[in-house]
């Protein structure tokens, strides 16, 4: 048999850092998924808030929390 020409894929650091930052972008997202019951046995989200609001904070959480685009580059 021939010489078989394998590729290696190098390392980049800045990349494999995105990844990271993509993986803890998922996790945020599911724990705005997530709801608790309180002492009155009713389901309460975990993240408080509306998708019409319009304060800083809850569109910074929307955007850290983009699970979905999160995965499409995470995978790419």
Sequence with gaps: MGDIAISRREFVPGLEAARGV??????????GQATYYDATRQAVSLVQGSHRSQSYLDA???IAGNGHGAVVFFLS
């Design 22 to 31: 993509a993986a803890l972008m998922v996790a945020l997202f599911h724990c």
């Design 60 to 62: 910074a959480f929307r």
